[in-house]
């Protein structure tokens, strides 16, 4: 199948009118990320925290005030673009599949989205960084950036997931939550009062560890943010193998139902 610029800036456009269309969606981004970060500083304490970051090898100590805001942040993030994401991806599904029934070219499609999350949770995490380095000092700018990028990614690429696999708003909207907040609190140095195994398998992970280095460290922690960006990669393309089945078998049932036709009449 050859490339059709196309119909692929079409499709991107659509997408993103649609993300820009869910007033919900954008409430949370533009009140919900600063509100969380705000809740975070007045209500955690100021006293002196010392937690082992693994990502640098070392103990970091911060004000839990400021250590509360970068995860309280972080959590904003997963649950906005993990929300703009399914809810996007829920309610086109069914003209999306009409779509590729009418011709229109699969990987196009499925391409425009993928480039629609990048787009939308690029905007949220240059605005979430901005707003905490209005809130707090920042050792690392930059590498903070990528870290909430990272987040936003694999949550975004975690909606896009449940977007095309469940039947219905309210289970998505509680795996979506439920997710998000297990994640964030498990990850929180503020809260975690154990060492647990198996965190560095959750989708947060990665990219909660280049955060709080960025932030309270002169130390880089790049290979870390990679596992972020890897969730996004795995969950995408688990997506787009779902999105890819679904409409094939839509296919085959048009395909029987023209074949017929003749038969029948």
């Known amino acids: 199948m050859t490339f059709r610029p196309s119909a692929y800036t079409e499709m991107l456009r659509c997408t993103l009118l649609g993300h820009l269309r869910s007033r919900m969606a954008v409430l949370l981004a533009v009140a919900f990320i600063p509100a969380w970060i705000m809740v975070a500083r007045l209500c955690a304490s100021d006293r002196a925290l010392r937690f082992s970051l693994e990502s640098v ?3 970091v100590h911060a004000p839990a005030n400021h250590v509360s805001q970068v995860v309280n942040a972080l959590a904003a993030v ?3 673009t ?5 809810m996007e991806t829920f309610k086109a599904g069914e003209m999306d599949r009409r779509l590729v029934l009418a011709g229109y070219p699969k990987v196009q499609m499925l391409l425009a989205k993928v480039t629609a999350v990048a787009v939308v949770t690029t905007l949220i995490a240059v605005y979430t960084t901005v707003l905490l380095r209005g809130s707090l000092p920042v050792n690392q700018l930059g590498p903070l950036a990528l870290a909430v990028l990272g987040a936003g990614l694999a949550y975004g690429g975690i909606g896009l997931l449940l977007g095309s696999l469940v039947r219905g708003e309210l289970e998505g909207f509680f795996l979506v939550i439920m997710l998000s907040l297990v994640d964030t609190g498990l990850q929180n140095p503020v809260l975690n009062v154990a060492d647990l195994t198996g965190l560095s398998v959750l989708p947060l992970y990665g990219a909660c560890q280049s955060a709080l280095a ?4 002169s130390f880089s922690a790049w290979p870390y943010g990679l596992l972020s960006f890897a ?3 795995s969950t995408s393309a688990l997506a787009l193998l779902a999105f890819h089945l679904r409409t ?8 029987d139902t023209v074949a017929a036709a003749p038969q029948l009449g």
């Open 57 to 59: 090898h070392a103990d």
């Open 78 to 80: 997963t649950l906005v």
């Open 82 to 86: 993990g929300f703009s994401m399914f």
């Open 214 to 217: 960025a932030a309270f460290t």
């Open 231 to 233: 969730w996004s990669a």
């Open 248 to 255: 094939r078998s839509h296919c085959r049932i048009a395909a």
